[in-house]
T-cell receptor, first 116, second 107 residues
Framework: GAVVSQHPSWVICKSGTSVKIECRSLDFQATTMFWYRQFPKQSLMLMATSNEGSKATYEQGVEKDKFLINHASLTLSTLTVTSAHPEDSSFYIC????????????FGDGTRLSIL | AQRVTQPEKLLSVFKGAPVELKCNYSYSGSPELFWYVQYSRQRLQLLLRHISRESIKGFTADLNKGETSFHLKKPFAQEEDSAMYYCASFYGQNFVFGPGTRLSVLP
């Protein structure tokens, strides 16, 4: 089946640093990738929709300059949390949708980001 | 705007009891409806899509266009069904997730 690899799975860093999270579709091409954020015991919140070769579409309330998304190829999207602060600590999940008509989302395992 | 609602944040049932997780969507047209499940410490998994009409792990869901609902049902809940369940829709180019319902199956 379709596999989405998300890396790293867990990252701890100091406040003020930038962190990059990768989302790769391993055995299919993904025209669209989604980035979600999940707070403990809460639902997923869609942060942005990333289409290959174009700018990401951010949801209302999500800072574009804070959460930089790049989708340079059909198998890779990256989310960079710039100048991270403790309130950015969360669980980030990506998903990918394959090409060729309608396809369901395939989710990565998520990245736990802890900002000290 | 497209919306998917799941009225129950938490649903607790006893093992062996029937369970129904409610989902409603709020737009016209013909969206694709899905149920995703997330077990503790695992990734989200696709459980059902309405076009396939499959029964996965004993769960079924029927799309009711008149009521704009896509409720998830299982006649006899098992403890291993305890998880977070998300209803989602795909319409146009947009996936929309519901807020999720946490199902707790008690022994």
């Amino acid at each position: 089946g379709a596999v989405v690899s998300q890396h790293p799975s867990w990252v701890i860093c100091k406040s003020g640093t930038s962190v990059k999270i990768e989302c790769r579709s391993l055995d299919f091409q993904a025209t669209t990738m989604f980035w979600y954020r999940q707070f403990p015991k809460q639902s997923l919140m869609l942060m942005a929709t990333s289409n290959e070769g174009s700018k990401a579409t951010y949801e209302q309330g999500v800072e574009k300059d804070k959460f930089l998304i790049n989708h340079a190829s059909l198998t890779l999207s990256t989310l960079t949390v710039t100048s991270a602060h403790p309130e950015d600590s969360s669980f980030y999940i990506c998903s990918a949708v394959g090409t060729g008509g309608f396809q369901p989302q395939h989710f990565g395992d998520g990245t736990r980001l802890s900002i000290l | 705007a497209q919306r998917v609602t799941q009225p129950e944040k938490l649903l607790s049932v006893f093992k062996g009891a029937p369970v129904e997780l409610k989902c409603n969507y709020s737009y016209s047209g013909s969206p694709e409806l899905f149920w995703y499940v997330q077990y503790s410490r695992q990734r989200l998994q696709l459980l059902l899509r309405h076009i396939s009409r499959e029964s996965i792990k004993g769960f079924t869901a029927d799309l009711n266009k008149g009521e704009t609902s896509f409720h998830l049902k299982k006649p006899f809940a098992q403890e291993e069904d305890s998880a977070m369940y998300y209803c989602a829709s795909f319409y146009g180019q947009n996936f929309v997730f519901g807020p999720g319902t946490r199902l707790s199956v008690l022994p």
